[in-house]
């Protein structure tokens, strides 16, 4: 499938400079995010991308935010709802290091691992989709929805008995 929505970046063709980029999806891409997403519909998508490249360091610092309304479907109800995002976000790259450099180097859990570049190129859409994706609920439900499970069993429901209980029995 053809990525609609991309904004790659040459590494090698910056500066040691300061850059901005606002990305904002048209009709078309807010069809192909939305299944990237795999949610029901995404009626914005807008990013505010900077971009900081520091040679003497290796390394490129991608802040931003992003801004997206999402339709989901409520996994109490199965009604669509429409839920609104604001993700800030701050990345570090390193421009020299490989999978290889990376993986040979020991670091604790607590250290910021810097992510690699491939092929000399990023994708600012791919990290403003990436943003969104990782606020996205598991279990999404509207604001106040709350999952009452006194509608689907009552006191009428029959018990399972517990199994331990026959041998609580022999103890006696």
Known sequence: M??????????????????????????????????????????????????????????????????????????????????SYDVPFELTFDTKATFEDIKGLEYGIEDDVPDIIENSCIDLADIAIEQIALNLDDYPRAEGEVFDSSLYCTDDCPQKENPFAALAKLKK
């Open 2 to 83: 053809q990525k609609k929505f991309s904004y790659p970046i040459k590494v090698e063709d910056l500066k040691q400079s300061d850059y901005k980029y606002v990305l904002d999806a048209d009709k078309e891409e807010l069809e192909d995010i939305a299944e990237v997403l795999q949610v029901e519909k995404v009626h914005e998508f807008k990013a505010s991308v900077f971009l900081k490249l520091n040679n003497r360091t290796n390394t490129l610092k991608v802040w931003g935010r992003v801004n997206a309304k999402i339709e989901l479907k409520s996994v109490i109800t199965l009604d669509n709802f429409i839920k």
